[in-house]
């Protein structure tokens, strides 16, 4: 039955019109005036009577809340109309769909549609078997790519971008036995990956009496020798010392060296090394390598494949949508885990594989939600569907990549306020997202379509609310999160909604297939990563006033306040950034400490084995001068 218009009677009579049906109760929009006021139906005249009750039989009932809405509207006019602009039009009305861009008209008449020229021009080539024989192609070309980038040198070379010697604070234990043993004056031949050079210290961390944050670990490599501290990442050490390449990785050799005195620091190749002025139990040395080949990462020229692969298939191939969305899927999904941010190196496969399935459960809803209603009217216009959704999709599947100069690494309070220039680029990320809501609204609003959107996307937002008041958890908004959650709203056929169908599914697979799918609720000791934990803090009972520099060092002792309370049971104390002291003991003997050299300690409170936050440094200068150590954890 079309709506506002009543059906014919279902009797039928030779002389007698059906009688006029009052159609108001069709209409969504509310009466003039409340049903009591409305004037009956008027029978026509006929030569036999009429049963009304055929005609009322057929009209449809009204539900209780569409009641309720007329009854309010006729009693707040102006309300109805503000809901009525909110609700949009009745019934519900697809957009017209884009035209193309490229069509020109020139002066003399002639008129030239560049989409339709180029789908003639290509036709011969969107044969199924053509496109089955690039898909055999581009799976052994992908292969081989994958199996020299990562498969040809020694699994046991690969290192991280973070590879150390040594780990932060009391990582290594008691004077460094738990990364030990070390065999000094020893070579290793490693091979690391690209884009080290951006991997950087989330929170500040401690070197002597200075600390560092957002830049790599590089500590000393100033001397003739090049010599880094041993917890120096290794990477960045070789491409600070020229060794690799930051955009191809690359090969080389350390030497470790023992108890190396006085790091000093220097800039090269973009990095700059901070300095440390005293011993330190491990160091290592770079040298090239002549025993490992096939050490450049290829992540750049596999980019350059992939992205040739799906110009093709969106230009020139130009197989069913659906097919060309599957496309995506698996070569940004791949691409992602074993080239671009794989999880480890070298890459995982039983983990990729473990979370490809999930990831392909989750496009397909994608295409159900979004996708199907978008990209077929853009396969009809090829030129402009690669630039809307090629573009995009690239940029979100490189996020790692393109978004790594904005200083958020997290979208967690302390994240934002600690970088400068993190509550900046949040306002602005904010601004950003506001702008394309409003404008989306404004689309789906056209279509009839918001309420209902408005209505799931609000019962959304209440249930993230009551997950993020559970006591002991905090909500991670994580890549695959954010996708979902906006990807709906751009099922509504314009360019922007294909670019933002592009971008959210290159971001979806670059979060799933570089970090899975991660917990939206996850614990404060999930997010700190090593961050200071908040607790209390010892005090030296030396300091600035009472520390005797007449006496030598070999007979000097240092003291610190007893425990404050039950819920610690010792003490640990770095000193030069190596623990060498565990223990209910309130004081230790500086008879071992070499004189001439400047000393740093740092205290923490201990309980169960476990160790709580440092103090920052308190530093012994070598003409006997006592620092007393900042306020703060370390």
Same mark, same amino acid.
């Given at each position: 039955?079309?709506?506002?218009?009543?059906?014919?009677?279902?009797?039928?009579?030779?002389?007698?019109?059906?009688?006029?049906?009052?159609?108001?109760?069709?209409?969504?929009?509310?009466?003039?005036? /409340?049903?009591?006021?409305?004037?009956? =139906?008027?029978?026509?005249?006929?030569?036999?009577?009429?049963?009304?009750?055929?005609?009322?039989?057929?009209? /449809?009932?009204?539900?209780?809340?569409?009641? $309720?809405?007329?009854?309010?509207?006729?009693?707040?006019?102006?309300?109805?109309? !503000?809901?009525?602009?909110?609700?949009?039009?009745?019934?519900? $009305?697809?957009?017209?769909?884009?035209?193309?861009?490229?069509?020109?008209?020139?002066?003399?008449?002639?008129?030239?549609?560049?989409?339709?020229?180029?789908? $003639?021009?290509?036709?011969?080539?969107?044969?199924?078997?053509?496109?089955?024989?690039?898909?055999?192609?581009?799976?052994?070309?992908?292969?081989?790519?994958?199996?020299?980038?990562?498969?040809?040198?020694? *699994?046991?070379?690969?290192?991280?971008?973070?590879?150390?010697?040594?780990?932060?604070?009391?990582?290594?234990?008691?004077?460094?036995? @738990?990364?030990? /043993?070390?065999?000094?004056?020893?070579?290793?031949?490693?091979?690391? /990956?690209?884009?080290?050079?951006?991997?950087?210290?989330? %929170?500040?961390?401690?070197? &002597?009496?200075?600390?560092?944050?957002?830049?790599?670990?590089?500590?000393?490599?100033?001397?003739? %020798?090049?010599?880094?501290?041993?917890?120096?990442?290794?990477?960045?050490?070789?491409?600070?010392?020229?060794?690799?390449? %930051?955009?191809?990785?690359?090969?080389?050799?350390?030497?470790?060296?023992?108890?190396?005195?006085?790091?000093?620091?220097?800039?090269?190749?973009?990095?700059?090394?901070?300095?440390?002025?005293?011993?330190?139990?491990? &160091?290592? $040395?770079?040298?090239?390598?002549?025993?490992?080949?096939?050490?450049?990462?290829?992540?750049?020229?596999?980019?350059?494949?992939?992205?040739?692969?799906?110009?093709?298939?969106?230009?020139?191939?130009?197989?069913?949508?659906?097919?060309?969305?599957?496309?995506?899927?698996?070569?940004?999904?791949?691409?992602?885990?074993?080239?671009?941010?794989?999880?480890?190196?070298?890459?995982?496969?039983?983990?990729?594989?473990?979370?490809?399935?999930?990831?392909?459960?989750?496009?397909?809803?994608?295409?159900?939600?979004?996708?199907?209603?978008?990209?077929?009217?853009?396969?009809?216009?090829?030129?402009?569907?690669?630039?809307?959704?090629?573009?995009?999709?690239?940029?979100?599947?490189?996020?790692?990549?393109?978004?790594?100069?904005?200083?958020?690494?997290?979208?967690?309070?302390?994240?934002?306020?600690?970088?400068?220039?993190?509550?900046?680029?949040?306002?602005?990320?904010?601004?950003?997202? !506001?702008?394309?809501?409003? %404008?989306?609204?404004?689309?789906?609003?056209?279509?009839?379509?918001?309420?209902?959107?408005?209505?799931?996307?609000?019962?959304?937002?209440?249930?993230?609310? !009551?997950?993020?008041?559970?006591?002991?958890?905090?909500?991670?908004?994580?890549?695959?999160?954010?996708?979902?959650?906006?990807?709906?709203?751009?099922?509504?056929?314009?360019?922007?909604?294909?670019?933002?169908?592009?971008?959210?599914?290159?971001?979806?697979?670059?979060?799933?297939? @570089?970090?899975?799918?991660?917990?939206?609720?996850?614990?404060?000791?999930?997010?700190?990563?090593?961050?200071?934990?908040?607790?209390?803090? =010892?005090?030296?009972?030396?300091?600035?006033?009472?520390?005797?520099?007449?006496?030598?060092?070999?007979?000097?002792?240092?003291?610190?306040?007893?425990?404050?309370?039950?819920?610690?049971?010792?003490? *640990?104390?770095?000193?030069?950034?190596?623990?060498?002291?565990?223990?209910?003991?309130?004081?230790?003997?500086?008879?071992?400490?070499?004189?001439?050299?400047?000393?740093?300690?740092?205290?923490?409170?201990?309980?169960? &084995?476990?160790? @709580?936050?440092?103090?920052?440094?308190?530093?012994?200068?070598?003409?006997?001068?006592?620092?007393?150590?900042?306020?703060?954890?370390?």
């Amino acid at each position: 039955m079309e709506r506002g218009r009543a059906s014919e009677s279902s009797s039928t009579f030779l002389t007698c019109p059906a009688p006029d049906v009052n159609v108001q109760t069709l209409d969504y929009y509310p009466p003039t005036s /409340p049903p009591e006021q409305q004037s009956k =139906p008027q029978s026509t005249t006929s030569l036999q009577p009429v049963e009304v009750a055929d005609a009322e039989e057929q009209r /449809p009932s009204v539900p209780w809340y569409e009641q $309720r809405a007329r009854r309010f509207g006729s009693q707040h006019p102006r309300l109805s109309k !503000v809901w009525h602009y909110f609700r949009g039009p009745r019934p519900k $009305r697809d957009l017209a769909e884009p035209t193309p861009f490229l069509t020109f008209t020139f002066h003399s008449g002639r008129r030239i549609a560049l989409e339709s020229a180029w789908i $003639r021009l290509t036709r011969r080539f969107t044969a199924p078997w053509l496109f089955c024989l690039l898909a055999i192609g581009y799976i052994i070309g992908f292969a081989f790519f994958s199996r020299t980038q990562s498969f040809l040198v020694p *699994a046991e070379s690969f290192i991280g971008c973070t590879s150390t010697y040594w780990l932060a604070n009391d990582g290594c234990g008691l004077d460094g036995q @738990a990364c030990g /043993p070390f065999d000094f004056n020893s070579s290793f031949d490693f091979r690391c /990956p690209a884009q080290c050079k951006s991997v950087i210290l989330q %929170n500040p961390r401690t070197v &002597g009496d200075e600390q560092t944050a957002f830049v790599p670990l590089i500590v000393g490599g100033g001397d003739e %020798n090049r010599t880094y501290r041993g917890d120096t990442f290794i990477c960045a050490a070789a491409i600070q010392d020229g060794l690799i390449s %930051n955009s191809k990785g690359g090969c080389a050799t350390v030497q470790v060296v023992a108890n190396f005195t006085d790091f000093l620091p220097f800039t090269a190749n973009g990095l700059t090394s901070i300095g440390f002025p005293t011993i330190f139990p491990v &160091g290592f $040395r770079l040298r090239p390598t002549n025993n490992l080949s096939s050490c450049s990462d290829l992540r750049n020229p596999a980019l350059a494949f992939n992205v040739l692969i799906t110009a093709l298939i969106f230009l020139v191939l130009r197989p069913r949508p659906i097919i060309a969305f599957w496309c995506l899927v698996c070569i940004g999904f791949w691409h992602v885990s074993l080239f671009s941010q794989p999880q480890s190196t070298p890459p995982p496969l039983d983990t990729a594989f473990a979370i490809f399935l999930p990831a392909l459960f989750v496009s397909y809803a994608y295409w159900r939600l979004a996708f199907r209603f978008v990209l077929p009217i853009f396969s009809r216009m090829p030129l402009e569907g690669t630039v809307w959704y090629l573009g995009p999709f690239w940029v979100g599947v490189l996020s790692n990549v393109v978004f790594d100069k904005i200083p958020i690494s997290r979208l967690t309070a302390s994240d934002i306020t600690q970088r400068k220039g993190g509550i900046i680029a949040f306002v602005i990320i904010l601004i950003v997202l !506001v702008c394309i809501a409003v %404008n989306q609204v404004r689309v789906i609003r056209k279509t009839g379509w918001l309420p209902y959107y408005l209505r799931w996307y609000i019962i959304g937002g209440l249930v993230i609310l !009551v997950l993020s008041q559970l006591p002991g958890l905090e909500l991670r908004l994580h890549h695959y999160i954010f996708a979902t959650a906006l990807m709906p709203g751009t099922a509504f056929p314009t360019r922007l909604s294909a670019i933002y169908q592009g971008l959210l599914l290159g971001i979806f697979l670059n979060g799933v297939a @570089a970090f899975g799918f991660a917990s939206i609720l996850q614990t404060s000791k999930d997010l700190r990563r090593d961050a200071p934990l908040g607790s209390a803090l =010892p005090s030296f009972r030396t300091n600035a006033t009472n520390y005797n520099s007449s006496v030598p060092l070999q007979n000097q002792t240092i003291f610190w306040d007893a425990l404050v309370d039950d819920s610690w049971d010792g003490f *640990a104390l770095l000193i030069d950034d190596v623990e060498r002291y565990v223990g209910t003991a309130l004081n230790y003997s500086l008879a071992s400490l070499q004189t001439g050299l400047p000393h740093f300690f740092r205290l923490a409170y201990t309980s169960g &084995g476990q160790t @709580a936050d440092f103090t920052k440094a308190a530093t012994l200068w070598p003409n006997g001068t006592w620092v007393d150590p900042p306020p703060g954890p370390s």
